[in-house]
């Protein structure tokens, strides 16, 4: 049962974290890619577009990885006694 709770946790993280890592990932791609195109070589250049891309995808995801945590939480407190035993 302990195993069940870890996997659920472990999931539940990765799914949570997906749309802020896959569009950091994007990002940094896009901006690595116009780098070597340019040959602009400023390490500062990728911080301002992934901050603004992570900002809008937390905007739009926010609500949802919220319901997400919510119903992960309840469904661990309704399951209290079933561990307890």
Do not use: C, H, Y
């Amino acid at each position: 049962m302990v195993l069940e709770l870890a996997f659920q946790a472990m999931t539940i993280a990765a799914k949570l974290s997906a749309p802020v890592l896959l569009t950091a990932l994007g990002v940094g791609f896009a901006i690595s890619l116009f780098q070597s195109v340019t040959q602009i070589q400023e390490a500062t250049l990728s911080f301002v577009p992934k901050a603004v891309a992570i900002g809008a995808a937390l905007l739009l995801t926010g609500n949802w990885m919220l319901r997400e945590m919510m119903t992960f939480t309840v469904q661990l407190f309704e399951r209290i006694p079933d561990l307890l035993r």
